[in-house]
Nanobody, 119 residues
Framework: QVQLVESGGGLVQPGGSLRLSCAAS????????MGWYRQAPGKQRELVAR???????EYAESMKGRLTISRDNAKNTVGLQMNSLKPEDTAVYYC?????????????WGQGTQVTVSS
């Protein structure tokens, strides 16, 4: 059974920082691209950042320069450091594990962790 468990969300003031973590089990972690997505009320879920097994990264333009995504293939964890947070970063943040195998998508999601940026 695949599980992705996020932690680290919470309330932070504008300009503050948070570090999200996701612990994965039930998958061969190193085979998957790991990502963070977010969904704000009334909006579609959107990519925040993702990292391939070898360490290559991709970031959302709206947050580029304020994020660092990292992974530890030995510990099956992926982290997201977020700095200079803005009220518009308020959303539920989801951990994602993805790979394509024999033409089929294998796509897993965590339950999400709330990030609220407010004074």
């Amino acid at each position: 059974q695949v599980q992705l468990v996020e932690s680290g969300g919470g309330l932070v003031q504008p300009g503050g920082s948070l570090r999200l973590s996701c612990a994965a089990s039930g998958i061969i972690f190193s085979y998957y691209t790991m990502g963070w997505y977010r969904q704000a009320p009334g909006k579609q879920r959107e990519l925040v950042a993702r990292i391939i097994s070898g360490g290559g990264t991709e970031y959302a333009e709206s947050m580029k320069g304020r994020l660092t995504i990292s992974r530890d293939n030995a510990k099956n964890t992926v982290g997201l450091q977020m700095n200079s947070l803005k009220p518009e970063d308020t959303a539920v943040y989801y951990c994602n594990a993805y790979r394509r195998l024999f033409g089929r998508d294998q796509d897993y999601w965590g339950q999400g962790t709330q990030v609220t940026v407010s004074s």
